[in-house]
């Protein structure tokens, strides 16, 4: 079973900047996706950034230029650095990870607890 504990969230001025970081436990895995949810206030989870192993890359339009997601293998965490805040960006955010154990051709889905992002105008 692989844990993901997401850190870094807070409240911030709009225009400000937040990293929230994911680290990642369990061994013997092969990750193929590491992602970023949100979760604003009485909507639904949607996609943010995504990285793929190969090292593309995919965000939202509304973050497109001011998020960026990255992943440090040897510290076995997930970034996303988030800059020029807007109080839409508000939300609940999740860190998502799909990985297959060494030697499995069958992938899961593996999610964080979420932490808070709160963006005041």
């Known amino acids: 079973q692989m844990q993901l504990v997401e850190s870094g969230g807070g409240s911030v001025q709009a225009g400000g900047s937040l990293t929230l970081s994911c680290t990642y436990s369990g061994d013997g895995f092969t990750i193929s996706l590491s992602g970023w949810y949100r979760q604003p206030p009485g909507k639904e989870r949607v996609s943010v950034a995504t990285?793929?192993?190969?090292?593309?890359?995919n965000y939202a339009d509304s973050v497109k230029g001011r998020f960026t997601i990255s992943r440090d293998e040897g510290r076995k965490t997930v970034y996303l650095q988030m800059n020029s805040l807007k109080p839409e960006d508000t939300a609940v955010y999740y860190c998502v990870q799909s990985a297959a154990r060494a030697g499995s051709y069958s992938s899961s889905y593996y999610w964080g607890q979420g932490t808070q992002v709160s963006v005041s105008s």
């Open positions: 990285l793929l192993s190969d090292g593309s890359t």
